[in-house]
Nanobody, 120 residues
Framework: QVQLVESGGGLVQAGGSLRLSCVASGIVFSLNAMGWYRQAPGKQRELVAVITSGGSTNYTDSVKGRFTISRDNAKNTVYLQMNSLKPEDTTVYYC??????????????WGQGTQVTVSS
């Protein structure tokens, strides 16, 4: 069974920091690209940051210089360090994996989401 379990969301003041974590099970973690997405009510889910199996990273423009994505293959965990948070970063953040499960099924998978709220 594949699971992506996010943690680390919460309430923080503008300018503060949070670190999101996503622990994966049931996938071949080292072969999966891992990403963080967010979705505000009534809007499409958008990519925040992605890290490939090889460690290359990409960010949406609005978070460049503030957010950092990283992965620890030994712990099957991907992180999103969020600094200098702004009220407009408030929304639900979702972990995504794209690649093979331990059973050999290649597809995109999602966690349940974690709420981030930034107060002004």
């Amino acid at each position: 069974q594949v699971q992506l379990v996010e943690s680390g969301g919460g309430l923080v003041q503008a300018g503060g920091s949070l670190r999101l974590s996503c622990v994966a099970s049931g996938i071949v973690f080292s072969l999966n690209a891992m990403g963080w997405y967010r979705q505000a009510p009534g809007k499409q889910r958008e990519l925040v940051a992605v890290i490939t199996s090889g460690g290359s990273t990409n960010y949406t423009d609005s978070v460049k210089g503030r957010f950092t994505i990283s992965r620890d293959n030994a712990k099957n965990t991907v992180y999103l360090q969020m600094n200098s948070l702004k009220p407009e970063d408030t929304t639900v953040y979702y972990c995504n994996s794209d690649g093979p499960s331990r059973g050999g099924v290649w597809r995109s998978r999602w966690g349940q989401g974690t709420q981030v709220t930034v107060s002004s």
